[in-house]
């Protein structure tokens, strides 16, 4: 009765494990994207450009910051450095617009340009489609 309970709790783990496995690799098959690029201001690059992509589909979103050369990487959260397919819409602020919606405008240095309405909120201009795999969006802005 004994080896009878154990071969039990030892099936039960097994199975256990075994769904848990086909869980996870359906979880994170080949839906995953990877997306980089660069972000222009009327030719130049544009540093410290915050983008937030929202899924016009169903699913998590994701951010990006620019560097010194308006190069980005988008991650969907700081564990995960991809974001799903589909369409999205992408809103970018700019340093300045950035401090000025938290009520620190003084801290806004010269040269930091403010973004026109148009790349901002959920009536944002800008949308991109992420296929599976590698992805490279420029966004080409203009302060016009």
């Not at 098959?29 to 169903?58: R, Y």
């Not at 990487?73 to 700081?78: D, E, F, G």
């Not at 148009?118 to 992805?135: A, I, V």
Request: proline share 5%.
């Amino acid at each position: 009765m004994n080896r009878t309970r154990i071969h039990r709790r030892r099936d039960a783990v097994l199975l256990l494990a075994a769904s848990a496995c086909v869980f996870l690799v359906g979880c994170s098959g080949g839906d995953k994207s990877s997306l980089t690029g660069t972000v222009t201001l009327d030719g130049e690059p544009l540093a410290n450009c915050t983008l937030n992509f929202t899924s016009l589909e169903q699913g998590p979103g994701g951010v990006a910051q620019t560097d010194d050369s308006g190069k980005y990487k988008a991650a969907m959260s700081l564990n995960n450095d991809w974001m799903a397919p589909g369409e999205y819409l992408v809103e970018a602020r700019s340093r300045a617009d950035v401090l000025a919606s938290e009520n620190l405008s003084h801290e806004v240095k010269p040269g930091d340009a403010s973004l026109p309405q148009t790349y901002h909120g959920p009536e944002s201009e800008l949308r991109m489609t992420l296929e599976p795999g590698s992805n490279t969006v420029d966004f080409e802005l203009s302060s016009d």
